[in-house]
């Protein structure tokens, strides 16, 4: 079944006649998307930190040098 398709009434009922099934397709999937979703905020905020992280490492290098070049 594709990802987009849509399960028949029949097929979503369970065998006492509720529609339980339905709504646990849906909470599956919306946590699903979820968690796809806090692994991508997660990995962009690492990268940012990490970015933000080693520049000002490579400022302070680049500081350190040129006041060494200064003194010379």
Sequence with gaps: ???FEVKSMEAAET???????KVM???N???SYGL?????IVAGGLAIFLGITLRKNK???EE???NQQ???
């Design 15 to 21: 065998a006492d006649g509720r529609n339980g099934v």
């Design 64 to 66: 350190l040098c040129q």
């Design 59 to 61: 400022n302070k290098q």
């Design 70 to 72: 200064d003194k010379n």
């Design 25 to 27: 397709d849906f909470l």
């Design 29 to 31: 999937a919306f946590l």
């Design 1 to 3: 079944m594709g990802l």
């Design 36 to 40: 796809v979703l806090l692994c991508f």
